[in-house]
């Protein structure tokens, strides 16, 4: 039996291909084997889907070969640049026919977050795996509604948390898992930058759902759940804002929030548009330490512990990304910090936590 399942992992067979009889999986082989790499199209070709596509060159199991776009000379210069053809070339009107298309895995959803929960939707209703950018939605609500469409079609749904897969932030979470720093009672989260022009998508409620906390402050509710190893049982949150002009109603400048876990750790963080070079995560236990700054920008990351330095070459986050979603997809991989809809949808539930202390003024309970 290990023979046969490394035999069929090296030909690239998905566990759903392990559970057929062994006549048919030699059948399904050369489909199969057309699949070794995942085919990804990018849906928004904007700043994000140019360095996911740029990555993705020097990716072994994930090669970009469609596009889905409103901008045709977009599409031009994506199509010379990485050879797309133009029976993968869709714009936001017509990509359910990919559904047509047997040479696309998966779409790649990279835009404003208010579009990822209609655009995933129609992926998935399409047969395509998707993969989502953070935020997966702009609340728990629209999470669940795509975790369940992409259940019903029984896709994948994957949401791009590049920082699992990056080596430094595995090794510190290994340590604490491993209980190397004792029993971590504390985290704090700091992410933020200077956004700039006032009219951009990421300044405008409708597209964006929020401010600050949707688009970075994300990533230190992510980082205290995989640093801490539990999920949160309740939040506050405090909001500041400066500029009343550019963070207009529904768009947050500058969130302060603290969560509490089940073992009585707490976490305290910040989310801000309003600072640059904030990209810092320290968590603390009764035997050591891990600091992490940058802990989630492009890197290299830089990660260190009570123990000294934490080592490991730097790989272009969203390469390795790639291809361990690939292996995910195809080989049925279980990744190390999850990168599932559900896991998006754990950080939806304490965005809209955060948003409720802010408004209530009160601690909101996470059943
Ligand atoms: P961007 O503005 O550079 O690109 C957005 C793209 O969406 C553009 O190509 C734009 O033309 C297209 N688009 C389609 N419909 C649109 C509409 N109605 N309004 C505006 N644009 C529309 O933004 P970005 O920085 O590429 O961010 C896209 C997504 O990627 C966001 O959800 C963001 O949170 C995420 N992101 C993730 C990371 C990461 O490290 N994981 C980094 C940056 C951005």
Not at 104 to 111: L, R
Not at 241 to 263: H, N, W, Y
Request: glycine share 10%; net charge neutral.
């Amino acid at each position: 039996m290990e023979t046969r399942r490394i035999f069929l992992k090296r030909a690239g067979l998905s566990t759903l291909a392990l559970s057929l009889p062994f006549t048919e999986t030699l059948a399904a082989m050369d489909f199969q084997n057309d699949h070794k790499v995942l085919r990804v199209a990018i849906m928004g070709l904007g700043s994000y889907g140019s360095r996911v596509a740029d990555a993705m060159i020097n990716s072994k199991r994930a090669k970009l070969v469609g596009v889905i776009s409103g901008t045709p000379s977009k599409v031009e210069t994506w199509k010379k640049k990485y050879g797309i053809p133009d029976k993968n070339c869709y714009n936001y009107e017509n990509f359910d026919e990919i559904k047509n298309n047997p040479d696309i895995d998966a779409v790649y959803v990279i835009t404003p977050n208010a579009l990822h929960k209609p655009q995933s939707i129609r992926v998935a209703k399409a047969g395509k795996h998707v993969i989502c950018e953070k935020p997966m939605a702009l609340n728990a609500a629209e999470g669940r509604e795509m975790v369940a469409a992409c259940k019903a079609a029984g896709v994948h749904l994957l949401v791009g948390y590049r920082m699992h897969f990056e080596a430094k932030t595995q090794e510190v979470v290994r340590q604490q898992r491993a209980g190397e720093f004792g029993k971590t009672l504390f985290f704090h989260g700091l992410s933020g930058f200077i956004i700039g022009d006032p009219t951009q998508w990421r300044l405008n409620y409708e597209l964006a759902g929020g401010g600050s906390m949707m688009d970075i402050g994300i990533y230190s509710i992510n980082g205290a759940r995989y640093m801490l190893g539990e999920e949160p049982i309740w939040v506050t949150a405090q909001e500041v804002k400066t500029d009343l002009v550019k963070f207009k109603e529904g768009v947050d400048e500058t969130i302060a929030f603290q969560m509490g876990f089940p073992s009585g750790a707490v976490a305290t963080c910040l989310s801000t548009y309003a600072l640059n070079n904030l990209d810092k995560f320290f968590l603390n236990g009764t035997k050591g330490f891990a600091e992490m700054q940058p802990s989630t920008g492009y890197g290299p990351i830089k990660a260190w512990t009570n123990k000294g330095p934490i080592e490991a070459e730097h790989v272009t986050h969203q390469t390795t990304q790639m291809d361990e979603m690939a292996a995910i997809i195809l080989d049925g991989e279980k990744p190390m910090i999850p990168v599932d809809g559900e896991e998006g949808l754990k950080d939806l539930v304490i965005v809209d936590a955060i948003y409720k202390s802010i408004k209530t003024g009160e601690k909101v309970m996470i059943a």
